[in-house]
């Protein structure tokens, strides 16, 4: 108690502290603001660890000095922005967590162009007045999908959400029950169906769904067919489905909408670089469905948005639906997304630009090459420290498209007696920038299929800074 009462006393006074040269330093280029909560914050954390464990109060340090420096090192990440590049290691091409897709430079450039300053955002330069925002795209995603009519909403949820509350508001919604999927991040059909005001009903089985079973169901409530590409799990085996096509024959016999939620949506037939064979975008406009959604930060390359193609009748009932104002992207998205699309003129372009559709393609063997030399290089800079070896490693595409393909590759594993894997990518995620890998019997993996030329020597530079130098 009495010892207790001793390091309280002990603690610096807030003037004392913010008087110290680290602290008066840290106040050049950190808001006052924030050194000042920085040195509460430590103070209080102090006068905590003394109160709650006084008997583990002998390596506190309690000096002016001391005291101060942490203060600096806390005062210094608040000022830090939270949100920040991270490299990914993962080779996982979509991370969610990660931002999913990285920019091409175009899209980026775009981006600093538009907003920068002015834009004719809304402004129809021919006319002298008021123009339309998504005029910008429209004819480029007619172009590359065939569609009569397109506009866009801020990501592919959104663009279900409206378009089901546009198109079957008040009615009956037919799906099938292998199609009833949950997305992550609490999108899962039955709730967005329910959030536009759209009745539930569910034909077939889990595995299978044949045309008669929506054929049954349709009744005056019925306002729309709906499918759902099953894009983050696959019903394997004794299974079928029915194909957009036969869809479309039954909803013009009974003179209902079909609407189709793509998920990742492709514009390109990707089975070149080793992935599946899927509809995409122009092909599924072809069968006739009347509105098709996807995302815009999925296998498509750009940046988080809704893309909505289809009938013009329905993408104007679309548009003119008050949730579209409330989904409406701003002038950022469209720059990098017209920049997206526009690679996609010319396929050759957009695969060999749009960072997605690079690292999708890099062969195996070019990947192995990556893991030696980034093994080298780090060999070289831990010597014995780690323990490194280049093992076989399959990528994912992740963010729920393609849930089954697997891409060949190979990874650095990385084990070391200092600390355990876990240890190690903790360590790894507090570096400038941090670094995210995979851990994998007890080993952490670095995957270079999600890596840029610059993140080596970065990943170098961390390593040694964590395991120390030879
Ligand atoms: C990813 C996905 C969504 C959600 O798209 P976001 O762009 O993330 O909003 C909706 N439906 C399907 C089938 C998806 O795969």
Known sequence: ?????????????????????????????????????????????????????????????????????????????????????????????????????????????????????????????????????????????????????????????????????????GKEAIVSRGELVEIGGAFRIPDVMAAGGVTLREVGTTNKTHLRDYRNAIGDETGLLLKVHTSNYRIVGFSSSVPASDLVGLGEEFGLPVLEDLGSGMLLDLTDAGLPREPTVRETVAAGIDVVTFSGDKLLGGPQAGLIVGKRAAIETIRRHPLARALRIDKMTLAALDATLRCYLDPELALQQLPVLQMLQLPAQTLRRRCQSLATRIRGALGDRADLTVIPETSRIGGGAL?????????????????????????????????VGRIQDDRLLLNPRTLQAKDTGKIVTALSNLLGQP
Do not use: W
Not at 26 to 49: F, N, W
Not at 130 to 136: A, K, L, S, V
Not at 406 to 432: F, H, I, K, N
């Open 1 to 169: 108690m009495n010892n207790k009462q001793t390091l309280l006393r002990k603690l610096p006074a807030i003037d004392k502290l913010l008087s110290d040269p680290q602290l008066r330093d840290a106040g050049e280029d950190i808001p006052q603001s924030l050194v000042l909560e920085a040195a509460q914050k430590t103070i209080d954390a102090l006068r905590q660890s003394i109160l709650q464990h006084p008997d583990q109060t002998g390596t506190l340090d309690l000096s002016i000095p001391g005291v101060a420096a942490e203060a600096a090192a806390t005062a210094r990440r608040l000022s830090e922005p939270s949100l920040q590049p991270v490299i990914n290691a993962t080779g996982t091409l979509l991370h969610t967590n990660l931002g999913r897709a990285p920019l091409s430079d175009a899209a980026l450039d775009a981006v600093i162009e538009v907003s920068r300053g002015y834009s004719n955002l809304e402004f129809d330069l021919e006319q002298g007045e008021r123009g339309h925002r998504y005029q910008h795209l429209e004819d480029l995603l007619c172009r590359l999908t065939g569609a009569e009519a397109a506009t866009v909403v801020n990501n592919n949820a959104g663009a279900v959400l409206l378009a089901l509350s546009a198109m079957a508001s």
């Open 403 to 435: 849930p089954l393909t697997e891409l060949p590759g190979y990874a650095v594993a990385l084990s070391t007696t200092q600390m355990t894997a876990d240890q190690l990518a903790a360590g790894l995620r507090r570096q400038q920038p941090p670094i």
